[in-house]
């Protein structure tokens, strides 16, 4: 019998409240966000101003248009794009999100009604948060901050990797055979679930095992897994350290 429990969705609800504080993460964003590094001169091209059919105005949300244009000056910076690595050890950075950046207090005029964003990715290969301000008016990165130790809210692409590795893992061994168990079927990919999940925060259990110790230096992740159109499958006590590729068990 698999030692990994299997609820029914009525239960689901237990086991998303009883996990450690960490899903929403917004405290570490906006930390990401503040940080006090100093500002790396941007390279890259200008872009000509967006249509007007394509921009919000003042706080509007930003349009579908504004997130593809900020994403994409984001990494115009050959140095980011060449040098970083994202989760699957591709080059350039693993995007995370993309929002309006809070107004600065010290603009005034013209410039305080510019749209700016805030581009937010990890690199891998140096476990950074990178936290870039893109002028949506100018086609301009005005700022660039890095963070070490700071660990935003993941992504779809980073839950879906770490959920293809806890697979893969001896350690998903309960995983496979709980899934086999409700649906007759043996789980080989992520897409076979429906992901959520969060950062792994070391501070919130008692005791650390000591593959898990670089978590927070580290990007580590708790998957939280249900069979598509079935039940739950509780993963808590399974830690997926996406920086070296490996799986913790909690005591």
Partial sequence: MATVALAVTGAAVAVGVSLPDGAGGAGDAARAGAAQQDAVAPEGRIEAAPEDGDKGVGRDPLTDAEITRAERLAVTDNGLRRDARDVEGDRGP??????????????????????????????????????????LDTGKVEDTRTDQGVQPPPSQDELAEAARLLIGDRLGADLRADYADATGKELTKADQLQLSGMVFRKETVAKVPSDLTACGKHRCLRVVAKVTNGPWIDTRALVVDLSDRTVGRLA
């Fill in 94 to 135: 693993q995007h995370l999100s993309t929002n309006l950046t809070e107004i600065d207090p010290g603009l005034s005029g013209p410039a305080a009604a510019q749209r700016r964003a805030d581009v937010v990715s990890y690199d891998y290969k140096s476990d950074t948060v990178v936290t870039r301000t893109v002028n």
